[in-house]
């Protein structure tokens, strides 16, 4: 029951997140195909220091993340969570990222960067939601959680 509830916490709170943010299209140049979020790739995925110093990211993308690390901070917490809460943290994990993603208007070596943190992210995420035994849904979530901490590392946020 006490699961039943902390899942439905973490739900409603990603839910009202997401609802205060929503966009219903993409601007004129994602629909254009300028914006492209899966093109963008590289051979080695190592996310590294833009010469020592932090990414940039945009207000919007901080914001996401934000709400990423709240819900992931939450869920951290919750007392013995069941395999099915693991599995709505990845769901809920799922959509905060497709929401990142939908709502990013990044360019240039400061976007790239940003894809090279999120791919993991998003196979770990991935697996989460699928995942059908308990003990490797914390070690997963437990990737999760570091690959989501480490996002302040390597960003900050536009002065």
């Known amino acids: 029951m006490k699961n039943l509830f902390i899942a439905g916490i973490i739900s409603g709170f990603v839910l009202f997140s997401m609802s205060c943010h929503q966009q219903e299209h993409h601007n004129d140049a994602d629909r254009a195909g300028v914006h492209d979020h899966h093109a963008a790739t590289t051979a080695d995925n190592n996310l590294t220091l833009n010469n020592g110093a932090k990414w940039v990211v945009d207000d919007v993308t901080a914001d996401n993340y934000d709400g990423m690390k709240t819900m992931t901070d939450m869920f951290a917490v919750a007392p013995s969570p069941s395999l099915s809460n693991y599995q709505i943290y990845g769901n809920d994990m799922s959509n905060a990222l497709n929401k990142m ?35 490797a849904a914390k070690k997963v979530f437990d990737s999760v959680r570091t690959r989501v901490d480490a996002f302040n590392d390597y960003f900050t946020e536009a002065q």
């Open 101 to 135: 993603i939908k709502e990013c208007k990044m360019q240039g070596p400061d976007h790239d960067a940003l894809h090279l943190w999120m791919e993991p992210l998003t196979g770990q995420i991935n697996e989460l939601r699928s995942i059908s035994d308990s003990a």
